[in-house]
């Protein structure tokens, strides 16, 4: 094929495969860092309510976007280029940085599991339920890459 013949670039969701392997790493990332702490510093790190609501922000954030941007799409079929390549960006940046942080957190209250330590449920609990927001972010950014995505003429939403 000459260069003139190849066919256009074009963009493939985030594969599954690659949030499962960040979501992994966080896993053992957030189970790892309890013993680390312990064996290296005075505590561990307690996770506070600021952190939980802070990615529950941003998974609303991105569940907004994909929703005006799926209304902007269905209305006018059509968006800037720019700022659809900046909300494709995005949402692809944030699905993977999503499922590293729910693994994290996930990992971090497994590794809490049984323990008699001081804050001990707190912290399960806590990162338990920013292990869900991380979650739901990486959900909303797969929907919004989903919102950015090019239609064929005869294709549905």
């Known amino acids: 094929m000459t260069r003139d013949q190849s066919p256009e670039p074009h963009v493939t969701p985030t594969p ?8 992994v ?24 309510w600021l952190q939980v609501a802070a990615l529950v922000f941003v998974a609303a954030f991105l ?7 799926h209304r902007t799409i269905s209305r006018r079929s059509w968006i800037d280029p ?4 900046n909300l494709l960006v995005l949402a692809k940046a944030c699905a993977l940085v999503g499922a ?12 809490w599991i049984g ?4 804050l001990a449920e707190q912290r399960m609990i806590r990162s338990g339920l920013a292990a869900v927001a991380g979650l739901a972010m ?18 549905e939403a």
């Open 82 to 85: 720019h700022k659809a390549v």
């Open 63 to 69: 569940a907004g976007t994909a929703w005006v941007t």
């Open 16 to 23: 599954f495969a690659a949030l499962a392997a960040w979501g």
């Open 25 to 48: 790493v966080g896993l053992v990332g957030g189970w790892a860092l309890r013993p680390l702490t312990q064996n290296y510093a005075d505590s561990s790190p307690v996770v506070t």
């Open 138 to 155: 990486c959900v909303a950014a797969l929907l919004l890459e989903r919102a950015c995505r090019v239609r064929d003429d005869g294709e």
């Open 100 to 111: 590293l942080v729910a693994g994290g957190y996930a990992g971090y209250a497994i590794a």
């Open 115 to 118: 323990e008699p330590a001081e």
